[in-house]
Each structure stands twice: as structure tokens, then as C-alpha cells.
């Protein structure tokens, strides 16, 4: 039954988890630990690469001591490290990969580098028990529509500029919102409180989307609306949600439509979204299929999911050699050859 750690530190969230499997695929992976350490920055302001990797350094030996001592495993136990290759911010992800590699060459372990997005998908699947859905992928650094075919992820559909999560990011700091547990987590807070629609641009093209110019002018709004009282705080989340997520679900219904599937499995942080859920669970209802979805433990940034897509590769006899277990901002989700599931 081989045990894999995984590290993740992609962005704000610094994540190390400890994974089990049963060789023989008749019983669930077992989570053994799941330890996060989240790097807030004060109301109005992102995380800068610099002080977010500063802050990974600070506390992972903090985080790995922890996920160890939960899992109640030594090094010896440990049959592999898996750490998260790209995409991200360049400095944490570095700042964690070389945390990875000391671990590796000190207690003398196999290395396996894991596409963030794929990491999502595969640990969405083991929760849920979803089988072949239609993926939506939405998270501060990615939007994407994605169909496994011919043992890779395909992207049917993606943003053409900014990330969904980006976008509620960066309205939430024209707001002033807090950033603690997260902006986009405050934003719906706000949405729920919101009772009048005001429109907005909605930008879909074929199979993608565009959030810029939707920011754009939802802050020509805020300034110009909120100082004249003729709009809310309040009714600015709502919309910005309803207009967001609408088009978020016609791209992913028109995927399930062209390759037949009558399942949504909803990963990235901003899939902890219950209205994004609700949104598209009446969707996949009217279509007799059903939506799949994880708690804020699985679906925000993470170390098990690291571990659980690692692992899999790992059981199909793939290792990352040390000098190729260099990080890369930009990795697609369709350059990794899926190989575990034949």
C-alpha cells in the first residue's frame, strides 16, 4: 500500500498532504493528512511572489512536521515525493520545489513533478467517485473546460485573458473586502446579502470566455455608482456572480452536449461557489445528469491532491528525475500524458 507526500505552493496557499493507496484498486485512497498554511495580505492588497515565497520558506518545515505527525508516518514510510512542477507563481513554486528535492536526497526517495490542474481533477474524482465528467476548472490562476479523451485532458473551452478567480479577486480589492479566509469567499458572503440586478457585459465566445473587460466595467461602476448611492456594495457581488457563473455554465453545458456526458465535476477554489453549484446543478438536472463537487479541504489549493495525482503516475512506473524537477509557470493541462487511466 504505497504512501506518497505531496507538497503544493503555487500561490497564496502553502499545502503538504500524505496519501495512501491499495495496490489492488478495490478500496478508496485513504487521506492520511492535509495541512494547509495560507499566506493574507491586508484588505486591498494581493500577494506579491516575492513575500508569498518568503512565507512558504518560513513555515513548511512547520506544515511538513505536522502533516507527518497526523499521518503518523516516518521518511521511512514515504515510497514517494510529489510536488507541484506548474503552473503558478514562480518564486513559491521554486521556494517549494527545492523544500521536494533536499527531502528527496535526504531520505533517498523517487520524485514525481505534478501539473496543478490535473492534481485538482484527479483528487475531484477520488472524493466524489465521479467517472468521466466534463471538468470545470476555476480557480484565481485558471478557467478552463476540460473532457478526458485518448489518455490526456482535453480543454474544449478557457478564458482568453484572466482567471475567474482573479477577476472576483481583484473587485473585491476595489471594494476593500478583507482577504482573510479569501476575497472571493467575502465577495459571495456579499452576493447573498444582494437583491438588484445590475447588468453587465457577458462575454462568451464559442467555447471561451472573457472576464477584463466584465472588471472593467463593474469598477467604472463602483466609482462611479457606489459615492452616488444608487447601487450597493451588495448588489455589485451579486451581479458580478450571476453574470460570471451564467457563463460559466453555457460553455460547460455546450461541452457536455458535444461529448455526451451527464457529469459536472466542479474543481479550483472558486468551486467552492454555492451558487456556482446551484447554478449548475439546475443545469445538469434539466439535462438528467448530475454535478460533483468537494468542501473547501479538496477544492481550494492543497498538498493531497499533489500527492493523490503523483501517486497514480508513480503507479504506472513514472519518476521525475532530479534534474528535470525544475518548475515552470506555464504547463497545460493537456501536456501530461495520462497514462493511469487505460
Given amino acids: 500500500m ?36 495560507t499566506y493574507i495580505t491586508p484588505p486591498g492588497q494581493g500577494f506579491l511572489p516575492r513575500d508569498t515565497a518568503q512565507h512558504h520558506r518560513d513555515c513548511i518545515l512547520q506544515v511538513l512536521r505536522k502533516a507527518m505527525k497526523e499521518a503518523n508516518v516516518t521518511p521511512k514510510d514515504i515510497d514517494v515525493i510529489c510536488f507541484t512542477k506548474g503552473p503558478g507563481m514562480g518564486a513559491p513554486l521554486t521556494s517549494v520545489a527545492v523544500v521536494a528535492r533536499t527531502l528527496a536526497l535526504m531520505w533517498n526517495k523517487p520524485m514525481v513533478g505534478v501539473n496543478h490542474c490535473i492534481g485538482h481533477i484527479e483528487m475531484g474524482r477520488e472524493i466524489t467517485g465521479a467517472g468521466n465528467p466534463i471538468v470545470l476548472y476555476v480557480s484565481g490562476g485558471n478557467t478552463q ?29 476595489i471594494l476593500g473586502l478583507s482577504n482573510d479566509p479569501s476575497p472571493g469567499h467575502n465577495i459571495e458572503q456579499y452576493a447573498k446579502r444582494g437583491k438588484n440586478y445590475v447588468p453587465l457585459p457577458y462575454t462568451v465566445k464559442g467555447m471561451d470566455v472573457s472576464f477584463s473587460g466584465i472588471l472593467s466595467h463593474i469598477e467604472s461602476l463602483a466609482e462611479e455608482q457606489l459615492k452616488a ?31 455526451g456526458s451527464q457529469e459536472v465535476l466542479l474543481v479550483g477554489g472558486v468551486a467552492c ?39 497514480l503516475a508513480y503507479s504506472t512506473g513514472y519518476e ?13 493541462t493537456d501536456e501530461v500524458y495520462v497514462a493511469w487511466r487505460e
Fill in 229 to 259: 448611492g444608487t447601487v450597493t456594495p451588495e448588489d455589485l457581488c451579486y451581479s458580478l456572480q450571476e453574470t460570471l457563473f451564467a457563463m460559466l455554465v453555457e460553455i460547460t453545458e455546450r461541452a457536455m452536449a458535444h461529448v
Fill in 320 to 332: 521525475t528525475p532530479l534534474e528535470k524537477t525544475t518548475c515552470t509557470q506555464r504547463f497545460r
Fill in 2 to 37: 504505497p504512501i506518497a507526500l505531496g507538497l503544493e505552493g503555487s500561490a497564496n496557499k502553502l499545502g503538504i498532504g500524505i496519501i495512501q493507496h491499495d495496490d489492488t484498486g478495490k478500496s478508496p485512497a485513504k487521506v492520511l493528512s492535509n495541512i494547509r498554511d
Fill in 145 to 173: 473546460v476540460i473532457a478526458y479523451s485518448q489518455n490526456r485532458y482535453r480543454i474544449f473551452g478557457e478564458t482568453l485573458d484572466i482567471a475567474i478567480g482573479n477577476c472576483l479577486d481583484r473587485f473585491a480589492r
Fill in 273 to 311: 461557489n454555492e451558487k456556482l453549484q446551484e447554478m449548475m446543478g439546475q443545469m445538469a438536472e434539466q439535462r438528467g445528469g448530475k454535478v460533483f463537487a468537494t468542501d473547501e479541504r479538496f477544492c481550494i489549493d492543497n498538498g493531497i491532491m499533489i500527492a493523490q495525482a503523483g501517486l
